[in-house]
């Protein structure tokens, strides 16, 4: 199976450039599965139902999230209809969705998203090692899905390593989210599972990890807050992780970055 898996997008400029290149991108790399994370999609807060269908329109499969989730309140009854959009599956139970899905995937085949939310330096929230163990619990890579990819949206590459670690052979893929800051570790670990620290942002890079630089430039130089944080608009860099994984065994054989756009970006699968 091949995979693409984008990483944030962020503001307006970003989610259309999305819709524009994600069918060019399906058709030149014959993916068979996409996931993109769309919290920040909406002016860098949150996402819309109308973003969903979108970005559902140009090709994605799933839509995964993060912390910003909450942040356009009308998403709220959307994730109790609409099986592809998730939230990360640590939060309490009594959120709208749930944060996995088993998805049918063309020539017969089933994959299976899981996300969960770091807590290192980010809200205290349910074990995420105990919380994917369950999620997998009744789940056998190879025997019962093709494909397995976890997302961890968190702060610290260490526990993203370290659920990376815990989760190999038991997956397809473990990525990172949510540091906005594509990481260069992408590799397929011992057991065959694909990892990657942090995928990286869908944005303008021209930018404060997605925002216009003034206003983090001004917090940062004078501790002084003189307006809202807004979403750049320059151009974009896509940026996600591309996975090959053997449909007999479920194991990752080949993982790479991907960008596209945004100056001096060019890093493609092979």
Not at 4 to 20: E, F, H, P, S
Not at 227 to 254: K, M, N, P, W
């Amino acid at each position: 199976m091949k995979t693409l898996y984008l990483g944030d997008i962020v503001g307006r400029t970003a989610r259309n450039t999305v819709a524009q290149r994600l069918p060019k991108l399906i058709k030149k790399l014959a993916l068979d599965f996409v996931v993109v994370n769309g919290e920040n999609a909406a002016g860098g807060f949150g996402i819309t139902s109308e973003i969903c269908d979108q970005l559902f329109e140009a090709g994605a499969d799933v839509i995964v999230t993060g912390n910003h989730v909450w942040d356009q309140k009308e998403i709220l009854p959307v994730f109790e209809r609409e099986p592809r959009l998730l939230r990360p599956q640590n939060f309490p139970a009594s959120a709208p969705g749930g944060g996995i899905g088993r998805y049918k995937v063309k020539g017969g085949r089933t994959a299976v998203v899981v996300q969960v939310m770091g807590r290192v330096f980010m809200d205290p929230l349910d074990d995420p090692f105990a919380c994917v163990d369950a999620a997998l619990a009744d789940i056998e890579l190879g025997r019962d899905v093709q494909f397995v990819m976890v997302d961890v949206h968190g702060e610290a590459t260490s526990e993203k390593m370290a659920m990376g670690h815990h989760l190999d052979g038991r997956v397809s893929l473990v990525a990172g989210t949510h540091t906005h800051v594509p990481t260069a570790d992408a590799h397929v670990m011992a057991g065959g599972t694909a990892y990657i620290s942090d995928v990286g942002m869908c944005g303008d890079y021209a930018s404060v990890i997605g925002m216009d630089k003034a206003e983090p430039l001004q917090r940062f130089t004078r501790k002084i807050a003189t307006g809202r944080f807004t979403a750049a608009l320059g151009e974009t860099t896509i940026c996600g992780v591309y996975v090959e994984s053997d449909d007999r065994t479920g194991r990752a054989i080949h993982v790479a970055p991907l960008r596209e756009g945004g100056p001096r970006a060019a890093c493609w699968p092979r």
